[in-house]
């Protein structure tokens, strides 16, 4: 049989192994982008993740000297992308686009922080120079 005590002491573990395991689950995007830094990478939208933490754009990019290379945009959360209007339609694969965004840290991992996007086709724009304040 349970004690008073021992629920309340497995109440207080089980809270703070949440907050714990929320807390390791955001990460500061300084700490894995150069954010003073922007890069453009335009190509064909692979694939939209559209979940939380936060929203993926994976597209295959061109390279500065011409080559072709698989980009993974990071994008905001799914409650702040539907504040904007954004759904999990609102970009599809084949989609082209132009992105900018923030450049990892280690030159050879190809993950962007979405900073701003426009669709080609329509003319379609997120990100600071649409309006936003990101």
Known sequence: MMTTRMRTGL??????????????GHHSFAEYYL?????????EVL????????????????ESFGGRKPFAAEWASVSRLER?????KTLRPGD??????SP???PNDNRIRLKRIER??????????????R
Not at 11 to 24: D, E, I, K, S
Not at 96 to 101: D, E, G, L, Q, S
Request: proline share 1%; charged share 20%; glycine share 8%.
């Open 11 to 24: 109440l207080v573990l089980m809270g703070v192994a949440v907050l714990c395991a929320r807390a390791q």
């Open 35 to 43: 954010e003073s830094d922007t890069i453009e990478v335009e190509g």
């Open 47 to 62: 694939e939209f993740q559209y979940k939380n933490p936060h929203s993926w754009v994976q597209i295959m990019g061109q």
């Open 84 to 88: 904007d209007g954004i759904n999990a």
């Open 96 to 101: 082209v686009v132009r992105i900018w965004a």
């Open 104 to 106: 990892n840290r280690n």
């Open 120 to 133: 080609r086709a329509d003319r379609w724009k997120w990100g600071q120079q649409s309006g936003e304040n």
